[in-house]
């Protein structure tokens, strides 16, 4: 099934891209995948949908979950 990151547009604002990520995230685990990689997996789709690196994805305060030490 697609994750909701993969419907996300270059015009998504931070709020849907926010959203998406962790929609994805939680679908993927609920598939049976470990966190991490499914954390990994909804960013990468979020970053090919909107065009934007992960530093960028969801604007301030939003920081990447997979992030050491976070």
């Known amino acids: 099934m697609p994750l909701p990151a993969q419907s996300l547009s270059p015009t998504s604002s931070p709020e849907q891209i926010k959203q998406a990520i962790a929609r994805s995230i939680e679908q993927c685990v609920n598939e049976g995948r470990p966190q991490d990689q499914c954390i990994a997996i909804a960013y990468r789709y979020a970053e090919k949908a ?20 976070a």
């Open 50 to 69: 909107t065009g934007k690196s992960s530093g960028n994805l969801a604007g301030p305060g939003m920081e990447w979950a997979g992030k050491a030490g």
